[in-house]
């Protein structure tokens, strides 16, 4: 494999993968970066940094990208970047003969861009992202990420093994000196923004200095609780048998809220499940729980509480668990609770007993399905299981080990080949239509037109 890796994950994880499958397969590897800050992410590594331009022709952001905040679509300046970010990965991939590319996320203007050159020229995208099992997997899928990925449709791909429940590793140590690094990467990418601001343009956060100062502080605070100074009491299930309501929030600036939530807010969201819930399960009490990293404030409705820590000690009393499409909702349907979800997940689909599927229009109505279905810890499993083989790597892209680093390059391999198989089966596909379609024009009588018809109602 001739491999590209883009802008890392805050860690090295690219960089040790990317040799890894080119050793492997007897490729090369480079990094293209959309800000030299990411360079001391590729530990040496052959490096390309694109430069904002402009070119003549000019390029859309796919319509599933239409909300995130980044995609200004009314932009001159922001459709002249990402124009030109297409045509530089288009002359990249070619000038580097690149077959597979690692991006981490799929919601970043300078993946997208990367997405839509690949398509262009047959090139593989693996998608990454911080795996369902933190500190422990690495989620990756050539479809997409997160709302993105169909587990429907990947559990036809035969080529797949991936991991199973025995394959699970323990929690990892995160990388040496993350945190340091990230600090001199805030500081390095502002330098640069500053010297060029349309860099800025092709990245999908704004990256203040202040925002990730309070959220340190937060995570060092849930980190160390042996610090009486620092340590809040974790709240225990309320006295009393009424059944609970599990909502998990997400951060409001998280590329899934932003893209797929009903809800402007997570305040408009906390009142709709509050109000919601009385009306379906009146004597319930809504448990709220706020993302790691989110340092906001919010108002609490009658009926709900602020809690934290892990949720599992919840459980023997929940009723339901209700998100947006957030990764606290797989925890608990592995578990066989009930999930129901505002938004698409890599979880959710067709076919999931433990999964509801739900609108602001129908949420009472499912609420209360949700209430008479109870627990389905088979379900849960099959789920599990699904999920490992199909989208799961050992090690979480900021924990893992060099035996994680092995196990997951061979996983890329298996959903490299299948996408290159599917790609092969879709050129194969078109070409016949077209060649029917040649043999139309070439005889338009109608015994053989009608043959042809046929043919056409067969391929499809």
Not at 95 to 111: V, W
Not at 154 to 181: K, Q, V
Not at 204 to 211: A, D, G, P
Request: with cysteine; charged share 25%.
């Amino acid at each position: 494999m001739n491999i590209a890796y883009l802008d890392p994950p805050y860690s090295r994880y690219f960089q040790a993968l990317s040799s890894r499958l080119a050793r492997r397969t007897s490729g090369s590897s480079v990094a293209l970066l959309s800000c030299p800050a990411y360079r001391m992410y590729t530990q040496g590594d052959r490096s390309i940094v694109w430069s904002p331009g402009d070119t003549e022709q000019r390029y859309s952001v796919p319509p599933s990208f239409e909300r995130a905040e980044w995609a200004d679509a009314r932009s001159t300046a922001f459709i002249r970047a990402f124009s030109h970010a297409v045509s530089w990965f288009k002359t990249r991939f070619q000038a580097e003969r690149i077959d597979t590319c690692l991006l981490f996320s799929d919601a970043r203007p300078f993946s997208v861009a990367a997405q839509l050159a690949a398509e262009e020229l047959g090139v593989v995208c693996v998608y990454f992202e911080r795996g369902a099992f933190r500190l422990r997997t690495s989620s990756l899928s050539t479809q997409g990420i997160n709302a993105r990925f169909d587990l429907q449709a990947a559990e036809g791909c035969e080529r797949i093994s991936g991991m199973n429940e025995a394959d699970l590793p323990a929690r990892r140590a995160t990388e040496p000196w993350l945190r340091l690094r990230f600090a001199k990467f805030l500081i390095r990418n502002a330098l640069a923004r500053a010297v060029e601001p349309a860099r800025g343009l092709m990245q999908h956060k704004r990256y203040h200095v202040f925002n990730y100062t309070r959220i340190a502080l937060k995570q060092f605070r849930a980190e160390h609780p042996e610090l009486p100074i620092l340590h809040e009491p974790e709240h225990q299930p309320p006295p009393g048998s009424a059944p609970l309501v599990i909502l998990p929030l997400q951060l409001p600036t998280d590329s899934q809220f932003v893209m797929y939530s009903p809800f402007r807010h997570n305040q408009e969201l906390i009142d709709f499940v509050v109000s919601g819930v009385r009306k379906a399960l009146p004597n319930a009490e809504v448990l709220v729980k706020m993302h790691p990293m989110d340092v906001r404030r919010y108002r609490l409705p009658e009926g709900a509480r602020l809690i934290d820590g892990n949720l599992a000690r919840f459980y023997p009393r929940t009723a339901f668990v209700v998100c947006l499409n957030s990764n606290a909702g797989f925890e608990a349907a592995i578990r066989g609770k009930t999930v129901l979800c505002f938004g698409d997940s890599f979880y959710t689909g067709p076919g999931r007993r433990c999964i509801l599927r739900v609108s602001r229009d129908d949420f009472i109505e499912q609420a209360k399905a949700a209430v008479v279905q109870g627990d389905d810890p088979a379900a849960g499993h099959e789920l599990k299981a699904a999920v490992l083989r199909y989208y799961q790597a050992p090690g979480d892209a900021w924990a893992y080990t060099d035996e994680d680093i092995e196990l997951t390059a061979g996983i890329v391999v298996q959903h490299v080949r299948e996408a290159r198989e599917s790609q092969r089966s879709r050129r194969a596909s078109g070409a016949a239509v077209a060649s029917v379609l040649r043999a139309i024009a070439a005889e338009p009588a109608v015994p053989h037109g009608a043959a042809c018809a046929q043919q056409l109602r067969h391929l499809a």
